[in-house]
């Protein structure tokens, strides 16, 4: 299996790169699309440099390598995750606006009906986020905000992500045990 990763300049790196450790573990082939802006929140929030956060993908390309074989629907993936995904680059995707790698390959996962979730980071949120959000929603884009669950009980931040990447993982179909499941009550 094959998944693209998508990492833009939204706070929240950190989303992306314990996304490609986790899916590496699983043994999923990723395509790993690191944003110039991605790239420099690399450097603000995390101690990871770029070539780390590179060599956790099978492959990885730049942003404006627009003849990468992930930018044709020819070349068959599982799908795409963007995570963290900045509002330019969700707005980019819901207006077709293939500026870069990220948004086309996004549009192929579209075209060819393969799964795209993403993970928007932004608070507040403008009535502009919310219907491009919306639209992507209708479009069947997986938004998934991630938004910290405290039924698991999270001790740690990294519970925290991990839970969220659980959803990610859930939306592929992929077994993990990232946090505990919700059993109900009593």
């Known amino acids: 299996m094959e998944i693209i990763v998508g990492i833009t300049g939204a706070s929240g790196v950190i989303y992306g790169i314990r996304l490609l450790e986790v899916l590496k573990e699983l043994e999923v082939k990723t395509h790993l699309i690191l944003s110039n802006w991605g790239a420099r929140t690399l450097e ?85 986020d919310l219907e491009n959000m919306l639209k992507l929603a209708r479009l069947g884009v997986v938004v998934l905000p991630p938004v910290p669950a405290f039924y698991a009980a999270p001790q740690s931040i990294d519970d925290i992500i991990n839970h969220t990447l659980g959803k990610v993982l859930d939306c592929f179909d992929l077994s993990h045990n990232l946090f505990r499941r919700w059993n109900g009550v009593g």
């Open 44 to 128: 603000l929030e995390t101690e990871y440099d770029l070539d780390q956060v590179k060599r956790k993908a099978y492959w990885s390309y730049e942003e404006d390598d627009l003849s990468a074989r992930i930018s044709s629907g020819s070349y068959k993936t599982k799908g795409m995750i963007i995570a963290p995904c900045s509002m330019k680059t969700l707005s980019a995707i819901a207006s077709g606006y293939n500026y870069n790698l990220i948004a086309r390959a996004a549009s192929v996962c579209l075209k060819e009906q393969r799964k795209l979730v993403i993970l928007p980071r932004e608070t507040p949120l403008s009535p502009v």
